[in-house]
């Protein structure tokens, strides 16, 4: 039900977002916000997870991938699950403490969880999404009210369950005075744009991989968990007659709504390569999907504003200049803080859950009407002070 509360005035929330390419960090974002517009920005961090967690949500995405949602969930999933939200709870509630914040001044907790796997709708056949994440817990363990499950209403309806950042990167552009025609892409495990029309229009999809296969490929041959400042990508190589192949691919240009789980483009693309050859391979591929991407839009963009962490990889910022031609404005330049983008959308859609506002639109996820979604856990009431859960 909506909550009358925040339905009068802009609220304070908080959005946790951890992404597919598990860069090994918690990005926590506080927001004032009521549902449709950016009252204010508030603190914001990147809180490391607690070694070996890391590796235990890497084993989650593979268990899940052999899985396919195919038979039981793997028994791995509720360990992972547990450890995840103990993690992140203690995280916000170390947050809330560094930054002389009450827990009762919050009105909700925005809880994305860990997307192990997802599966875009087909003819006769539904979607499916799982993310990891106990929202209960987080509620009891922060005494926060909290929203989370935001995909599997939109999945039950006939949608794709993604993108849901479409309807805050429209907040977003509106508080910049963006043109009508303007688009955000954001670059994480997967890339994915959003079209802003200004006038209450939306189009938004995934383009294709962004960093998951370019990690992937540098963690296979052991040389870190990412391709640090494009090194490796500019000094190399673009196989081209591979990437004219890859740009085959029927998804990027398929009409959208459309959407893509990690894996399904992956770092087989590279095969054979030496280390660098693959990842400027990898990145020219990435790069040239948002080109395709854009071809489909309303209007075709001149300028795209870049968020994520992919826009801290100088080659994959360059590559989308040359191959996806359009100029890439990064989010600072625009005022915005690029880190936290994720974790601000799910702060207001906590928000817009709240007051029963919907989240997903036929033109984002392909449902049938505006749907809202996410499902509401009460911190324990009347304690003024967080509950604890013994790991």
């Not at 908080?14 to 974002?29: C, E, F, H």
């Not at 967690?53 to 890497?58: D, H, T, V």
């Not at 990437?243 to 009409?255: I, K, M, N, S």
Request: with cysteine; net charge negative.
């Amino acid at each position: 039900m909506p909550d009358s509360d925040t339905r009068r005035e802009p609220a304070w929330a908080i959005g946790l977002m951890t992404g597919t390419v598990l860069d090994g960090n918690i990005d926590i974002a506080m927001l004032k916000s009521d549902g449709e517009t950016i009252a204010e920005f508030g603190a914001y961090k990147l809180a490391p997870y607690s070694p070996g967690l890391r590796e235990q949500l890497a084993e989650a995405l593979e268990v899940a991938a052999r899985w396919g949602f195919d038979g039981p969930e793997p028994a791995l999933f509720a360990a992972a699950e547990r450890a995840l939200t103990l993690a992140q709870a203690e995280a916000v509630n170390a947050f809330l403490a560094e930054n002389d914040i009450s827990p009762e001044t919050v009105a909700a907790i925005g809880f994305h969880g860990q997307t192990v796997l997802h599966r875009a709708p087909s003819p006769g056949r539904r979607g499916a999404t799982r993310q990891l994440g106990d929202g209960a817990m987080m509620a009891q363990v922060t005494g926060i009210d909290t929203v989370f499950d935001f995909r599997s209403a939109d999945i039950a309806a006939g949608g794709q369950g993604a993108p849901l950042a479409p309807v805050y990167h429209a907040a977003l552009l509106s508080r910049a005075g963006a043109e009508p025609g303007s688009a955000l892409l954001n670059l994480g495990g997967v890339a994915n744009v959003t079209w802003w029309c200004g006038d209450g229009r939306l189009a938004a999809f995934d383009t294709g991989p962004a960093n998951a296969p370019i990690n992937d490929w540098v963690a296979r041959h052991g040389a870190g968990p990412f391709d640090r400042d494009g090194r490796l990508a500019l000094a190399g190589w673009v196989d081209e007659d591979r990437l004219a192949r890859a740009l085959e691919h029927p998804y990027l240009t398929a009409a959208y709504p459309k959407s893509l789980d990690r894996n399904s483009f992956t770092s087989a693309l590279a095969e054979g390569l030496s280390l660098e050859d693959g990842a400027a391979t990898l990145t020219a591929f990435s790069a040239a999907a948002v080109g395709r991407g854009l071809d489909i839009l309303p209007t075709r963009p001149k300028r795209i504003v870049l968020c994520g962490g992919g826009r801290r990889n100088p080659a994959l910022v360059a590559e989308i200049a040359k191959r996806a031609r359009v100029e890439p404005v990064m989010s600072e330049d625009v005022g915005w803080r690029g880190d936290a983008v994720e974790a601000e959308c799910f702060a207001f859609l906590a928000i817009r859950s709240l007051r029963g506002l919907p989240l997903s639109f036929p033109e984002t996820t392909g449902v049938s009407a505006p749907l809202t979604g996410g499902r509401i856990a009460r911190a324990p009431r009347p304690s003024a002070t967080a509950a604890t859960v013994t790991a």
